[in-house]
């Protein structure tokens, strides 16, 4: 079965980098995009950007830009956020999710807290 | 770039029907066909319920049903049910080649 399991919560520091891994089984890696989603504490979904593992081709969103890096390791299935400069507004619970018209497949989301 | 803009709450008796509409420009939901709803229950990740505007994923009720005119794409839930109740969001491509969602909208079963 479909699963993407994504790495544990983190507690980071204000200016400090956070790397998030969503781990893919279940399915061909390669022949499908992953989307990552990300929702503050009470707030609604806001969309990051999305990677496609055939190639590492990335989109971003105009609010990430500069600030994200999407990437994959094919030897793993495995998809990597990073984010950086985080600020207090980055706590929030970071979603992959998988397909490219309609997000089928969900992580289980990390919850990274930014707190001094 | 604003989130779609839907209501903050909707409510239904059980039984009845229920449309969230979710308003963009021509440059996403206007323009494309690539519109998706998803439920989320507290806690835990959204689910799909309808995509590209009108279809239903395999196995789920006929009861959610999707349409879209012009700017705005709605979400109806027919014979409303309890296990109905939580968030909805609406999701549309845009021109940027970048995705938006809505602002969210809470279903309440009176």
């Known amino acids: 079965q479909v699963q993407l399991v994504q790495s544990g919560a983190e507690v980071k520091k204000p200016g400090a980098s956070v790397k998030v891994s969503?781990?893919?089984?279940?399915?061909?890696?390669?022949?499908?995009?992953?989307?990552?989603?990300?929702q503050a504490p009470g707030q609604g979904l806001e969309w990051m950007g999305?990677?496609?593992?055939?190639?590492?081709?990335?989109?971003?969103?105009?609010?990430?830009?500069?600030?994200?890096?999407?990437?994959t390791d094919t030897s793993t299935n495995t998809v990597y956020m990073e984010l950086n400069?985080?600020?207090?507004?980055?706590?929030?619970?970071?979603?992959c999710a998988r397909n490219w018209n309609f997000l089928d497949y969900w992580g289980q989301g990390t919850l990274v807290t930014v707190s001094s | 770039q604003s989130a779609l803009?839907?209501?903050?709450?909707?409510?239904?008796?059980?039984?009845?029907?229920?449309?969230?509409?979710c308003t963009g420009t021509s440059s996403d939901v206007g323009g494309y066909k690539f519109v998706s709803w998803y439920q989320q229950h507290p806690g835990k990740a959204p689910q799909v319920v309808i995509y590209d505007v009108n279809k239903r994923p395999s196995g789920l009720s006929n009861r959610f049903s999707g349409s879209?005119?012009?700017n705005t794409a709605s979400l109806t839930i027919s014979g409303l049910q309890a296990e109905d109740e939580g968030d909805y969001y609406c999701r549309s491509y845009t021109t940027n080649n970048t995705w938006?969602?809505?602002g969210g909208t809470k279903l309440t079963v009176l």
């Open chain 2, 68 to 70: 879209k005119s012009g």
């Open chain 2, 5 to 21: 803009t839907q209501p903050a709450s909707v409510s239904g008796s059980p039984g009845q029907s229920i449309t969230i509409s």
């Open chain 2, 100 to 102: 938006i969602f809505g």
């Open chain 1, 85 to 95: 400069s985080l600020g207090t507004d980055d706590t929030a619970v970071y979603y």
């Open chain 1, 22 to 38: 969503c781990k893919a089984s279940g399915y061909t890696f390669t022949s499908y995009f992953i989307h990552w989603v990300r």
């Open chain 1, 50 to 71: 999305i990677i496609n593992p055939s190639g590492g081709k990335t989109t971003y969103a105009p609010k990430f830009q500069g600030r994200v890096t999407m990437s």
